[in-house]
């Protein structure tokens, strides 16, 4: 049916079921030492799909889909393992991203440190650049293992997204929206892409949107600012150096 002879949607049922689903799993493990590290952690980011059918740790009663990888021994410190998440969802509006937190181990499969990581959006060229981008940096010589989970206070979170998922009222017939969010909301499940740091991964993250840029003075007061006064008809370049710095030689425009 076209959108705008669609009914009104409720834009977070998909979520909500999506949490139920999550809730009604049962845990596999609730303690690091029992996870399995056979899986090395890809030389490049790799796919992974979490949801239903995925295994589940309960981390302090909370619950989450996971996945644990064994860490290179042979490779230089620091480096940077890439992650990014993809919309999950038919429409912006009612999108949502797996939103991860990484824990590294070590041998003994004792944390060492735990990050929420922030996703940036990037539209690159390709699928594989495209989606809501984060990385983080191995630099302790003990970092064995990885561990990627959502934690609550991820999934409750939100992420900047540059193209506002109200683009387009759920009302019939639908109609602009001029105002909207510009977030999206983090979910239980999703596709994500964990590894190594590639050159084209590591441009993606680096350019990526974080946040709605500051609003400035407008363009026009911009290039004033970096544009040189230029000479008016009949003024020569000795006249132009006698003018003051902040003050135009000739007031006509």
Known sequence: ??????????????????????????????????????TLLPWQPKKFELGSGSMVLSLNGEHS?????????????????????????????SSYLFAPTVVLLDEAFQPLSS?????CEHMGWSSETSGALGS?????????????????????????????????????????????????????????????MNKAYASAVDNAVCGKAPQGNGVLSTLRDVIPVPLWSGQSPSDDAKASPNKPASDTH
């Open 1 to 38: 049916m076209p959108p705008n002879l669609r009914p009104p949607e409720n834009s977070d049922t998909p979520l909500q079921q999506a949490r139920a689903t999550l809730q009604q799993a049962t845990p596999c493990c609730s303690n690091f030492a029992d996870f399995s590290y056979q």
């Open 65 to 93: 889909y996971f996945l644990s990888f064994r860490l290179p021994s042979d490779t230089k410190l620091p480096y940077r393992i890439a992650l990014k998440s993809e919309l999950n969802g038919r429409w912006l509006r």
């Open 115 to 119: 990050e929420e990581v922030n996703l």
């Open 136 to 196: 983080m940096k191995v630099s302790n010589p003990q970092a064995r293992y990885l561990v990627v989970y959502s934690s609550a206070k991820q999934q409750a979170d939100q992420t900047y997204w540059e193209q506002s998922p109200a683009a387009f009222s759920a009302e019939a017939p639908a109609r602009m929206a001029t105002t909207g969010s510009f977030k999206i909301s983090h979910g239980p499940d999703g596709t994500i892409w964990v590894g190594m």
